[in-house]
């Protein structure tokens, strides 16, 4: 399955005094990938009252992201248990291709009120473009 693709270009306000991105931005970047790639599932009928909330994330940086980069940003579903989702999101220099760090994200579907993991509903899944079977005992 080909990747989601977003291009965002680096602003001032992300870079630290050596015009470089600084690294809690990278968490901001992934996030900004989530939103638009939701944005998008919404459109292949993914309901908008759903509740994700980060429990693991992971970011290796593998070279400097400079200001005023554009930078394209890749993400994929890796997996989808009951109520968890994996993603994996690349940033990439966007005219050279170049990887310049990789996000992992895990993701629990919960119920706002209580805060307890539900399932992932199969709207969801069918959006994600997964398989509506579920992987047993995988959270």
Do not use: W
Not at 23 to 45: F, I, K, P
Not at 96 to 115: F, M, N, Y
């Amino acid at each position: 399955m080909k990747p989601f693709s977003h291009v965002f270009r680096v602003r001032y306000a992300e870079c630290d005094p050596q015009a470089v991105v600084f690294n809690s931005r990278y968490l901001e970047y992934a996030d900004v990938l989530v939103t638009e790639y939701y944005r998008e599932c919404h459109t292949c009928g993914m309901p908008r009252d759903l509740e994700f909330h980060v429990r693991r994330a992971e970011v290796d940086y593998l070279a400097p992201i400079r200001l005023d980069e554009l930078i394209e940003g890749r993400l994929t579903v890796t997996r989808i248990g009951n109520s968890s989702v994996e993603k994996l999101i690349t940033l990439h220099g966007a005219e050279d291709g170049s990887l310049r760090a990789e996000i992992r994200l895990v993701a629990v579907h919960v119920d706002l009120p209580t805060g307890k993991p539900e399932r992932i509903p199969d709207a969801v899944r069918a959006a994600f473009g997964h398989a509506v079977a579920v992987e047993a005992n995988h959270g």
